[in-house]
């Protein structure tokens, strides 16, 4: 069945240093590619997304580029705050008459 | 504007009892959806309403788990016979349209003793 797939966390950076956390998806055809957030005591967010192949998917400096070649999605940032500490979730659609399938999360600490 | 809202936040019950859960959606969204994510673990797909027909029930885990939307907003889902296994945050999210983002509530965390 289709799936997504991310690094096991939790991630500790320091202050200013450059963040990738990978995501594969398994899923056939060409679904949407998603990255929801949740902030300490939030409910998830969505952070940003792609709808097709090469699309590039950006906010708040975070970036997350389509690559069907390679089934993934990983989301990257120059350089994290410590406000950026919060769950990472990867997650995909395949249309729109369809669930969204999450990955299982990844924290991230930004420590000063 | 007023977010997702969940009751209760959280909720201690035996093992046996039977439970409901209430998720008011945003005020004019169309989907709703429910999800459940336990220790460690992602978030598990449940159910999904558009207005207050249930497409998609998929998700859920067994015949003791049953929801319900009204007017095409609150939405109730309700666990019978609990078991200490059914223990996870249950999350509730909806969006204005079956293809629009996905706004969530903080959850109601279910322990069962």
């Known amino acids: 069945g289709d799936s997504v797939t991310q690094m096991e966390g939790p991630v500790t950076l320091s202050e200013e240093a450059f963040l990738t956390i990978n995501c594969t998806y398994t899923?056939?055809?060409?679904?949407?590619l998603f990255w929801y957030v949740q902030y300490p005591g939030e409910g998830l967010q969505l952070l940003l997304k792609a709808t097709k192949a090469d699309d590039k998917g950006s906010n708040k400096g975070f970036e997350a580029t389509y690559r069907k070649e390679t089934t993934s999605f990983h989301l990257e940032k120059g350089s994290v705050q410590v406000s950026d500490s919060a769950v990472y979730f990867c997650a995909l659609r395949k249309t729109s008459y369809d669930k969204v399938i999450f990955g299982p999360g990844t924290s991230l600490s930004v420590i000063p | 504007g007023a977010g997702v809202s969940q009751s209760p936040s959280n909720k201690v019950t035996e093992k046996g009892k039977d439970v409901e859960l209430r998720c008011d959606p945003i005020?004019?969204?169309?989907?709703l959806y429910w999800y459940r994510q336990s220790l460690g673990q992602g978030l598990e797909f449940l159910i999904y309403f558009q207005g207050n027909s249930a497409p998609d029930k998929s998700g859920l885990p067994s015949d003791r788990f049953s929801a319900e939307r009204t007017g095409g907003s609150v939405s109730t889902l309700t666990i019978q016979r609990t078991q200490q296994e059914d223990s996870a945050v249950y999350l509730c999210a909806s969006s204005l349209f079956r293809d629009s983002p996905l706004h969530f509530g903080n959850g109601t965390r279910l322990t069962v003793t």
């Open positions: 899923a056939t055809g060409y679904p949407s």
């Open positions: 005020s004019g969204h169309t989907a």
